[in-house]
């Protein structure tokens, strides 16, 4: 998409975009960003904490009220159908809107590339530029003190009451796997993000297992499953190598900040 003039009336409708697009232009130029973007769990939170209009939490944004804060540019991740739809009407009404595909948010590489992309969008290229740069160079120093592991490893996750395993697609096990550690998903012929009991846990036979912190919960939500009996037989369970990595340090949101959750990975295989 092409935009005349930077724009001064942003709404980010995405977490994702909210973060890299706050430390570009700061909350001045922002006049509402998601609720996910606020709170302990945001890498942003003391700057999105300053914009003035919070929209409410879900997977389907109203574009009416989107339209109400007269927008010069709306910055989507279609990563539900209720936000492609609503990126749709926008677009019709006749907002300009930059649709980003949630795989952009992926790996550093796709966050760097998606960082100069929003830059490029918000009139901030050169800033883009060297964020993405100095984002990149964490990220190749990380890389050399990665160590040679045949840890396996499972990455848990957490919504509402259901436990499910990551597949490798997505930030956390990407940078795990990166870090030279395997997922033991492949022994139970983890493929996709599914649930996950113990007898699945048992047979993935994981030495280290990475919980997701979604939102500030923390290890709660896995209490249950972990306390079970049957795990005690399992490594990383019987050897206490189960680690707590926070969202906004490797997750689809972390975005620039994703270096901190990679140092963390490294630090805690090598341990």
Do not use: C, W
């Not at 592991?149 to 597949?167: E, I, K, N, P, S």
């Not at 113990?198 to 249950?224: C, S």
């Amino acid at each position: 998409m092409t935009i005349e003039e930077a724009p001064h009336r942003i709404v980010a409708v995405s977490a994702e975009t909210a973060e890299i697009a706050l430390l570009l232009v700061g909350a001045e130029r922002i006049v509402a960003v998601p609720a996910r973007a606020q709170g302990d769990h945001s890498t942003s939170d003391e700057l999105a904490s300053q914009v003035g209009q919070v929209l409410p939490p879900g997977t389907d944004p109203d574009p009416e009220l989107i339209l109400s804060m007269e927008p010069d540019l709306v910055l989507n991740t279609a990563r539900h159908g209720g936000e492609e739809t609503a990126g749709d009407q926008l677009e019709q009404a006749g907002v300009p809107v930059l649709n980003i595909d949630p795989d952009a948010f992926a790996t550093p590489e796709k966050v760097a590339e998606t960082a100069r992309a929003l830059g490029a969008a918000l009139g901030e290229e050169e800033l883009a530029e060297q964020l993405s740069a100095e984002f990149r160079s964490d990220i190749e120093e990380l890389d050399s003190q990665r160590e040679d592991t045949d840890a396996r490893f499972l990455v848990l996750m957490a919504r509402r009451d259901t436990v499910m395993a990551m597949d490798d697609s997505l930030t956390l096990p990407g940078l795990i796997t990166r870090a030279n550690a395997t997922n033991a998903g492949e022994r139970i012929g983890l493929t996709t993000t599914r649930p996950i009991d113990a007898e699945q846990i048992v047979a993935a036979n994981p030495d280290v297992i990475f919980l997701e912190d979604f939102q500030g919960m923390g290890e709660e939500p896995f209490a249950e499953l972990l306390d079970n009996p049957a795990l005690a037989s399992v490594p990383a369970v019987g050897e206490d190598r189960i680690f707590v990595i926070p969202m906004s340090e490797a997750s689809g949101i972390s975005g620039l900040n994703t270096a901190e959750g990679y140092r963390k990975i490294i630090e805690t295989l090598a341990g």
